[in-house]
């Protein structure tokens, strides 16, 4: 482990404690701010799944662009191809888990 990684690693540790104590906090008040109950229930979870994915994508997809710009086109198009192949893979089960409750 290198010297600048120990940082990182301290503050996703923290990240986690801190979760978890809001987590606790949570599910043993009587009227929570978040209803973490909720995102469990089956009927609204593929709805809360999907949402999730479209935040990852929609802001992870922003730093690769001057990536794509900069890099082989040749390269990058199959790369492009991967990536759409993959999330419009996932879409689908998503959409199918949800068809089936």
């Given at each position: 482990m290198?010297?600048?990684s120990?940082?990182?690693?301290?503050?996703?540790?923290?990240?986690?404690?801190?979760?978890?104590?809001?987590l606790?906090?949570?599910?043993?008040?009587?009227e929570?701010?978040?209803?973490?109950r909720a995102?469990?229930?089956r009927?609204?979870?593929?709805?809360?799944?999907?949402?999730?994915?479209?935040?990852?994508?929609?802001?992870?997809?922003?730093?690769p662009?001057?990536?794509?710009?900069?890099?082989?086109p040749?390269v990058?198009?199959?790369?492009?191809?991967?990536?759409?192949a993959?999330?419009?893979?996932?879409?689908?089960?998503?959409?199918?888990?949800?068809?089936?409750?």
């Amino acid at each position: 482990m290198t010297s600048r990684s120990r940082p990182v690693l301290g503050r996703l540790l923290l990240a986690v404690l801190l979760g978890g104590a809001w987590l606790t906090v949570e599910l043993r008040t009587a009227e929570p701010l978040v209803d973490v109950r909720a995102l469990a229930d089956r009927r609204v979870a593929p709805f809360f799944l999907c949402a999730v994915v479209f935040g990852v994508v929609y802001f992870g997809s922003q730093s690769p662009d001057a990536t794509f710009l900069a890099a082989d086109p040749g390269v990058t198009v199959w790369l492009l191809c991967a990536v759409l192949a993959f999330g419009a893979a996932a879409v689908t089960a998503v959409a199918r888990r949800a068809g089936r409750d």
